[in-house]
């Protein structure tokens, strides 16, 4: 499947208190969330963002707390897609559990700027800049955790095995 | 092949031959955690996997310790979806109202958690009982409605920085410098993916609770775990918390570390992370002049009897400046109750101080010390992210209780021997 939007581009170690503040943590709700999305780095930020656009950060990407609600605010905000030099550890895993795709490129970050056209292409594993021409190649997604995926997430793969234990 | 204290316990929890880092293995949870904000999410996910029961009623903790006292509606709401849950599950390990603490405070005292075990909770510090030799790790709601339902997990083997650690501690300086000093060198993704372990003849000599106060900042490096080898110190707290079986794992001679960082500790003075990373550590007499108009002593890191004692021993005879709020809260009742038992609390209150609940509240920014645009806090908590604890323009130090403490009586970031 692949992803066309516009680039908003954050900083390094953007954190989970950045990407959603605890004082929004009283929901589960997805669009409520989304509608606080990155309200802790800049009041109404998440005003410029259009349904379908795409993130684009720096180093550590989603440090701090393991509050879902992150990855959640996310996908609720309309981003599908983060692109990163790094993620933080649990947001990557909390990532994956909710469908948000993660693509993690290093260095090649830099050649992805803020406003860039970007088309992404999770299995390939490839990002398109239509803005400089360029091509992007990424890290391939785990082959452990491309069989959670496949199960249909770990929700999805978790009711398999239960199911499975009768 | 010789292992890490990491791969040990990852080995005795999993059927898989354990071959090194980056590899996957599934291993059995001993205790699996969630609290009043991540709990929520678990249980939708928990339902949406088809699971009717948790794995062992005795083996899943839900302590609602984040926004509680509930501090409005929606969190009293939350909280009831958490209690509902645990009542139709039978979750023997539910806590809310007068036996409920922060949950890393609360597990280890009680013998929920101890070494040996593999722990995973929804909440970033839960490798907070590394300290007592546990693997311990923070994990989305889902990854731990998952370990709920099915009593296991998936982990990728970590590599492993050793942080070795010698020297006598000065006066003044104690784990919380400690572990700001390495997050300091290291940085905030120093650790990114690793474990740490521990060692040192000063890790040897350090206090159980000192020991969790270092480990409880490994995620602040961003690691998967903190890790000491339980020692006789550590089985006997365990034992004494009525855990049932701790087990000790140490790693073996030759061990493979990705890299070892060594801090003489003898050398050291009083630490303090400035706005708005944890890895802006600075001796405190660098700070500079900081006027603050809050100070916290409490949290998952350094809420317990030491800490508690540390600040009231600086305290003592002593009062907060005029203007500033300093705002103490144990972390759980048996702490409470023991600080009162010791007379801290007329010490803290002759001193002007606020003594509050068990609660992480003001840590995250949730209730009950939030900051205004413009305000200073000097926290012993374990963030301090832009916002973390109030206005967007405010700003958070973090430093130990000594530290806290003797800054809330001058009214400004100050070294303890200078007051």
Same mark, same amino acid.
């Given at each position: 499947?692949? *992803?066309?939007?516009?680039?908003?581009?954050?900083?390094?170690?953007?954190?989970?208190?950045?990407? !959603?503040?605890?004082?929004?943590?009283?929901?589960?709700?997805?669009? $409520?969330?989304?509608?606080?999305?990155?309200?802790?780095?800049?009041?109404?930020?998440?005003?410029?963002?259009?349904?379908?656009? !795409?993130?684009?950060?720096?180093?550590?990407?989603?440090?701090?707390?393991?509050?879902?609600?992150?990855?959640?605010?996310?996908?609720?905000?309309?981003?599908? =897609? =983060?692109?990163?030099?790094?993620?933080?550890?649990?947001?990557?895993?909390?990532?994956?559990?909710?469908?948000?795709?993660?693509? $993690?490129?290093?260095?090649?970050?830099?050649?992805?700027?803020?406003?860039?056209?970007?088309?992404?292409?999770?299995?390939?594993?490839? !990002?398109?800049?239509?803005?400089?021409? $360029?091509? =992007?190649?990424?890290?391939? =997604?785990?082959?452990?955790?491309?069989?959670?995926?496949?199960?249909?997430?770990?929700?999805? *793969?978790?009711?398999?095995?239960?199911?499975?234990?009768? | 092949?010789?292992?890490?204290?990491? %791969?040990?316990?990852?080995?005795?929890?999993?059927?898989?031959?354990?071959?090194?880092?980056?590899?996957?293995?599934?291993?059995?949870?001993?205790?699996?955690?969630?609290?009043?904000?991540?709990?929520? #999410?678990?249980?939708?996910?928990?339902?949406?996997?088809?699971?009717?029961?948790?794995?062992?009623?005795?083996? /899943?903790?839900?302590?609602?310790?984040?926004?509680?006292?509930?501090?409005? @509606?929606?969190?009293?709401?939350?909280?009831?979806?958490?209690?509902?849950?645990?009542?139709?599950?039978?979750?023997?390990?539910?806590? %809310?109202?007068?036996?409920?603490?922060?949950?890393?405070?609360?597990?280890?005292?009680?013998?929920?958690?101890?070494?040996?075990?593999?722990?995973?909770?929804?909440?970033?510090?839960?490798?907070?009982?590394?300290?007592?030799?546990?693997?311990?790790?923070?994990?989305?709601?889902?990854?731990?409605?998952?370990?709920?339902?099915?009593?296991?997990?998936?982990?990728?083997?970590?590599?492993? @920085?050793?942080?070795?650690?010698?020297?006598?501690?000065?006066?003044?300086?104690?784990?919380?410098?400690?572990?700001? %000093?390495?997050?300091?060198?290291?940085?905030?993704?120093?650790?990114?993916?690793?474990?740490? %372990?521990?060692?040192?003849?000063? /890790?040897?000599?350090?206090?159980?609770?000192?020991? +969790?106060? +270092?480990?409880?900042?490994?995620?602040?490096?961003?690691?998967?775990?903190?890790?000491?080898?339980?020692?006789?110190?550590?089985?006997?707290?365990?034992?004494?918390?009525?855990?049932?079986?701790?087990?000790?794992?140490?790693?073996?001679?030759?061990?493979?570390?990705?890299?070892?960082?060594?801090?003489?500790?003898?050398? +050291?003075?009083?630490?303090?992370?400035?706005?708005?990373?944890?890895?802006?550590?600075?001796?405190?007499?660098?700070?500079?002049?900081?006027?603050?108009?809050?100070?916290?002593?409490?949290?998952?890191?350094?809420?317990?009897?030491?800490?508690?004692?540390?600040?009231?021993?600086?305290?003592?005879?002593?009062?907060?400046?005029?203007?500033?709020?300093?705002?103490?809260?144990?972390?759980?009742?048996?702490?409470?109750?023991?600080?009162?038992?010791?007379? #801290?609390?007329?010490?803290?209150?002759?001193?002007?101080?606020?003594?509050?609940?068990?609660?992480?509240?003001?840590?995250?920014?949730?209730? +009950?010390? @939030?900051?205004?645009?413009?305000?200073?806090? /000097?926290?012993?908590?374990?963030?301090?992210?832009?916002?973390?604890?109030?206005?967007?323009?405010?700003?958070?130090?973090?430093?130990?209780?000594?530290?806290?403490?003797?800054?809330?009586?001058?009214?400004?970031?100050?070294?303890?021997?200078?007051?």
């Amino acid at each position: 499947m692949t *992803y066309r939007g516009k680039a908003h581009k954050v900083g390094s170690n953007i954190d989970t208190d950045a990407i !959603i503040p605890a004082r929004f943590l009283v929901t589960t709700d997805p669009q $409520e969330l989304g509608a606080n999305c990155m309200e802790g780095l800049e009041p109404g930020w998440i005003s410029r963002v259009k349904s379908g656009d !795409i993130m684009v950060a720096g180093p550590n990407f989603g440090c701090g707390s393991s509050r879902e609600h992150a990855p959640i605010a996310l996908k609720g905000a309309g981003l599908p =897609v =983060v692109v990163a030099h790094s993620f933080a550890r649990i947001f990557y895993r909390n990532g994956f559990n909710m469908g948000l795709i993660l693509l $993690e490129v290093g260095d090649a970050v830099d050649r992805l700027g803020d406003g860039h056209d970007l088309e992404v292409d999770a299995e390939a594993g490839k !990002i398109v800049n239509h803005t400089t021409g $360029e091509t =992007v190649q990424c890290m391939p =997604v785990p082959a452990f955790m491309a069989e959670i995926l496949a199960a249909g997430g770990l929700v999805g *793969y978790a009711k398999a095995r239960l199911a499975a234990q009768g | 092949m010789p292992f890490t204290v990491a %791969e040990k316990i990852l080995q005795a929890h999993s059927p898989e031959e354990v071959k090194g880092p980056g590899q996957i293995v599934r291993c059995t949870v001993d205790m699996v955690l969630a609290n009043d904000i991540t709990a929520p #999410l678990a249980i939708k996910s928990f339902a949406a996997m088809g699971a009717q029961k948790v794995f062992h009623t005795n083996k /899943v903790a839900l302590v609602c310790d984040h926004f509680t006292p509930n501090k409005d @509606i929606a969190s009293a709401e939350q909280v009831r979806v958490v209690r509902e849950f645990a009542q139709k599950m039978g979750v023997t390990h539910y806590y %809310e109202g007068g036996d409920c603490g922060v949950e890393h405070a609360l597990l280890p005292e009680t013998g929920m958690v101890g070494p040996g075990d593999v722990v995973v909770g929804a909440d970033s510090h839960t490798c907070t009982y590394g300290g007592l030799g546990a693997f311990a790790t923070g994990m989305g709601s889902t990854d731990v409605a998952a370990a709920m339902a099915l009593g296991e997990t998936w982990f990728k083997v970590p590599p492993t @920085i050793k942080v070795q650690i010698d020297g006598e501690l000065p006066e003044y300086v104690g784990a919380k410098d400690l572990i700001l %000093e390495l997050i300091g060198r290291i940085g905030v993704a120093g650790a990114l993916y690793k474990a740490l %372990e521990f060692a040192g003849s000063t /890790v040897s000599a350090l206090s159980v609770e000192g020991r +969790m106060t +270092m480990a409880n900042m490994a995620i602040e490096a961003g690691g998967k775990a903190g890790l000491f080898t339980a020692d006789q110190k550590a089985m006997d707290y365990a034992k004494a918390a009525g855990h049932a079986n701790p087990r000790s794992f140490a790693a073996d001679p030759g061990a493979a570390y990705e890299r070892v960082v060594a801090i003489d500790a003898g050398d +050291m003075s009083p630490r303090v992370a400035c706005p708005h990373l944890p890895e802006n550590v600075k001796p405190v007499a660098e700070v500079g002049q900081v006027p603050i108009r809050q100070a916290v002593v409490g949290s998952c890191t350094n809420g317990r009897i030491e800490d508690l004692r540390e600040a009231a021993a600086v305290l003592k005879g002593r009062k907060v400046a005029k203007g500033v709020r300093l705002i103490v809260l144990p972390a759980t009742p048996r702490i409470w109750r023991q600080a009162m038992d010791e007379g #801290l609390f007329t010490t803290f209150l002759d001193a002007g101080a606020v003594v509050g609940p068990p609660t992480c509240g003001p840590c995250l920014g949730g209730h +009950m010390g @939030i900051l205004a645009a413009g305000e200073v806090c /000097v926290a012993t908590t374990n963030r301090n992210f832009k916002g973390r604890m109030g206005s967007l323009d405010s700003f958070v130090y973090l430093a130990g209780p000594a530290v806290a403490a003797a800054s809330a009586v001058a009214g400004q970031i100050i070294h303890p021997a200078a007051l």
